[in-house]
C-alpha cells in the first residue's frame, strides 16, 4: 500500500500535502475511498481517501514507532552522488534527523544562495527513503551549518575519527544499555577532521571511537555505524 | 603509501603483476627503490621497487592479517550500478568472497557469453575497494552461478529473510561467540527469494533471519550485516 505523511490531524480526517496529492492523483490515479498508509505524529494509519483526495478518513491504526531514542546524524557536506547515498542509506537504517556541516576539509563547496534549493533536494530524497522502508517517523535534513554551531543535548555522542591510537573502539561506546538513549553522531569528510576541529568537537561533548582495522569512505562509515545501532536496538529489545 | 597485491613470493622477492607494473610506471612514475606496500598471503610488506618495477625487495613487514574465520557473500545478480555498490562497500566492511547467484526474481539478465568479462570488471572493482581500505587479504568475485550449485561448508550460515514472522532476529544468530568463525551469507533479490528458493537454501543449511521492523533494500542489507559482523569482531577481540 503507498504511504504518505500527513501534515494535520483533525479528528478522524488527516490532511496530506499539496506534492502528494499530485502523486495520489496523477502518478498513482488513485480515486475516493483507496486505500493509502498515512504517517503523522509516530503513528501509522490504514485510511480511505476523501473525494478531494487531499485529505483522508483513518480506518484503523497500521502501527505505532517504538523507536526509542532519536538519533541525529551530523554529516560534512559531500557531492551530490554521496551525499544522496548517506542520505538514502541513512535514512534506511533509522537517522531521525541529519544537519549537514561545512568542516575544512570538505572538498565541495556551496554558494549561500543555494542552500535553500539543496535543502528542498535533500529533503526530498529522505522523503522518498522513508516512504520506501516504511518508516514511522518523518526524516529531516537541517540547516547547513559550522561546526561552532553545533550544540549537543543527546546522551551519547559519538565522533567517528581516523586516529586510530588512544581512541575507545565504537563497541565500548555503543551498546545494548544505551542504544535506546538519544544518539548524536558526527561524521568528518575524506581526509577527516583537522586537529583544531577534533578538539572543539570533544570539548563540546563527543566521545572519539575508532571503526576498528578497516579504512572506511565517509558514506560508508555512516551506514557501518547506523547498522551497528539497528542491530543493537534488535538485540536489547529481545532482552 | 601505494598498496599492491603480490602474485608470487621468491625469497625476500615479491612479484608484482602485469597491470599494477602499469600503474606503477604510468600512473604513479615511480622508480627503483620507492617504496609500496604489497600484500602477500595474508601479510603486509613495506617494500622496495626493483629497476624492472615488476618486482620489489622486502624491508620489513607492516602488518599481519588477524581476520579470523573467512566471510563469504552470496549476492544476486543486480544491475551494474547496485553491483558495484555492494561489491565496492561490502570489500571495505569485510566480505573475502563473492559469489553472484542467478534467483528467480533478478530482474537484471546477463548472457552467458558475457560473464567473462562482467567478472573481470567485478574483480577489477573489489580489487581497488581492498587496496583503499587497506585489506591484507585479497577479495575475489566468484562466478555466477544457480541456486543448486550453492555448497556449504562454513559455520555460521544466514538467509536473510523478507518475511518477519517465526524468524529469529539477526542477534539471535550472529553473536561475539561465533563472529570469528567461517560465516555464510545469502542475500535475495529484490522482492525476495521464492518460497521454494528459501525451503532449498534452508535445507543446504542456512537459517533464516530477520533484520528488524526497517525495510532495507537489496544492496542496503549487505552493508548492513557486514557492519554488524565488524562490530562484533571489534567487541569479541576486546574481551
Redesign the interface.
Known amino acids: 500500500m503507498q504511504q504518505y505523511f500527513g501534515v494535520k490531524k483533525d479528528g478522524k480526517k488527516l490532511i496530506l500535502n499539496s506534492e502528494d496529492f499530485n502523486h495520489i492523483k496523477n502518478v498513482m490515479r488513485m480515486k475516493e475511498n483507496d486505500k493509502v498508509i498515512v504517517n503523522y505524529d509516530g503513528i501509522s494509519y490504514i485510511c480511505s481517501l476523501n473525494k478531494d483526495l487531499l485529505s483522508c478518513e483513518i480506518d484503523s491504526v497500521f502501527k505505532q514507532s517504538?523507536d526509542k531514542g532519536s538519533i541525529i546524524a551530523y554529516v560534512p557536506l559531500l557531492q551530490e552522488e554521496k551525499m544522496s547515498?548517506v542520505l538514502q542509506?541513512g535514512t534506511?537504517?533509522?537517522v531521525d534527523e541529519f544537519v549537514v556541516v561545512y568542516f575544512e576539509h570538505c572538498k565541495f563547496k556551496l554558494p549561500k544562495k543555494d542552500y535553500e534549493k539543496k535543502l528542498l533536494r535533500w529533503n526530498k530524497i529522505v522523503k522518498e527513503a522513508s516512504e520506501?522502508?516504511?518508516?514511522v517517523n518523518k526524516v529531516i535534513v537541517r540547516e547547513i551549518i559550522g561546526i561552532d554551531q553545533i550544540v549537543l543535548n543527546t546522551n551519547v555522542n559519538i565522533l567517528c575519527s581516523l586516529v586510530k591510537n588512544n581512541v575507545k573502539?565504537?563497541?565500548?561506546i555503543l551498546n545494548t544499555k544505551n542504544c535506546n538513549d538519544t544518539i548524536s553522531l558526527v561524521f568528518g569528510p575524506e581526509g577527516g577532521f583537522t586537529n583544531k576541529e577534533e578538539e572543539k568537537l570533544i570539548s563540546k561533548g563527543f566521545i572519539r571511537t575508532s571503526?576498528?582495522?578497516?579504512?572506511?569512505?565517509t558514506e560508508?562509515v555512516i551506514?557501518?555505524?547506523m547498522?551497528?545501532v539497528?542491530?543493537l536496538?534488535?538485540?536489547a529489545n529481545?532482552e
Open positions: 517504538n547515498l542509506k534506511e537504517l533509522g520506501q522502508s516504511y518508516r573502539h565504537i563497541s565500548d571503526l576498528g582495522p578497516n579504512v572506511l569512505r560508508t551506514m557501518f555505524i547498522s551497528i539497528m542491530y536496538k534488535g538485540s529481545d
